[in-house]
C-alpha cells in the first residue's frame, strides 16, 4: 500500500506527492487522448469567470478535468466506450466533464448537484436553484437535476438510469454509518450498474477514531454487498487504497 499523503510531514515532500498523484490522475494510460473538441477552454462570459475565481483553480481547467476524467472512464467503466447507448446519471456532477466525454461517445446524461442558493435572471425575474458549478455546467450545455438532498432521497423513479456513478462525493452526505443508504438509493434508480469511488480521509476525519472506524467498515461492507439486486463485482486502488467499487445487477 502506497504511504497516504498526509503521514508525509514535511510540507515540501507533501506537496510534491499530491501534486505527482494529481498528474498522475489525468496521465496517458493507453495512448489514446481524449475526444479533441472537449479540451478547449469553457466558453464562459465576463459574470462566469467571476464565478470562476471563487472555485478551486483545477476544477476550472477544462483540458485537466476532461483529461482526469477520461482516465477515470478508461480505468473503471471502458465498457461505456464501445456500449449501445445508455442512461447515465452522476451523482454530485461537479464540472461535468465525465458527462461531457460519456455525451460524446453517445450516452444519453443526466448530472445532479445541490442547490445551495438561487440566483434570478434580470430578463425573466425569475428564481432558480444555484450552485457552485452552475456556470461551468451551463456552459457546456449539460443536463442537470439540481434539489436539496437533507432526506437522502433522490428524486427520480426506480430504475431511471442504466448507470449511475458518484465519484468522491459520498463524503458530503454525512457520516460514513449513513453512507449504505445512499448506495441503496443508488441501486434503487439504476437498472445495470454502480460505480462509487470514495475520496481519501482527510486530516480531520483521519484524527477521529469513530469515523475512521466507520469508513473502513463500510468499505468492507460495500465489497462484499449484495442486496436490492446488485452485487459488487469489482473494487479498485486509487493512491493506494481500495476506494472504487462497482455494483452489477444480478
Not at 31 to 41: C, K, N, Q, T, V
Not at 102 to 121: E, I, K, P
Not at 177 to 188: G, K, L, N, P, Q
Not at 205 to 227: C, I, K, M, V
Amino acid at each position: 500500500m502506497f504511504q497516504d499523503v498526509q503521514d508525509f510531514k514535511d510540507p515540501q515532500i507533501h506537496t510534491l506527492v499530491r501534486k505527482s498523484r494529481s498528474q498522475d490522475d489525468a496521465s496517458d494510460l493507453f495512448g489514446d487522448p481524449p475526444p479533441s473538441d472537449l479540451l478547449s477552454d469553457y466558453p464562459l462570459d465576463a459574470a462566469g469567470h467571476e464565478r470562476s475565481v471563487m472555485l478551486q483553480q483545477k476544477f476550472t481547467d477544462r483540458r485537466f478535468n476532461v483529461e482526469r476524467c477520461w482516465n477515470q472512464i478508461q480505468q473503471y467503466l471502458p465498457e461505456l466506450l464501445t456500449s449501445s447507448p445508455q442512461d447515465v446519471l452522476e451523482i454530485s456532477t461537479k464540472h461535468g466533464a465525465m458527462l461531457e466525454i460519456l455525451r460524446h461517445y453517445g450516452h444519453n446524461v443526466m448530472g445532479t448537484d445541490y442547490a445551495t442558493a438561487t440566483w434570478s435572471t434580470a430578463a425573466k425575474g425569475v428564481d432558480k436553484p444555484d450552485w457552485p458549478y452552475r456556470h461551468v455546467v451551463e456552459s457546456v450545455g449539460l443536463p442537470m437535476t439540481v434539489f436539496n438532498n437533507a432526506d437522502a432521497q433522490y428524486p427520480f423513479e426506480t430504475q431511471s438510469f442504466d448507470t449511475t456513478l458518484c465519484f468522491q462525493a459520498l463524503e458530503n452526505t454525512g457520516h460514513p454509518d449513513d453512507w449504505m443508504s445512499a448506495i441503496d438509493e443508488f441501486c434503487r434508480i439504476s437498472r445495470k450498474s454502480v460505480f462509487v469511488m470514495l475520496g481519501h480521509l482527510n486530516p480531520k476525519t483521519r484524527a477521529n477514531s469513530d469515523y475512521n472506524y466507520a469508513f473502513h467498515s463500510f468499505r468492507r461492507e460495500l465489497r462484499s454487498y449484495r442486496d436490492n439486486g446488485f452485487v459488487c463485482t469489482g473494487t479498485f486502488v486509487h493512491w493506494g487504497q481500495a476506494l472504487g467499487f462497482k455494483l452489477t445487477a444480478e
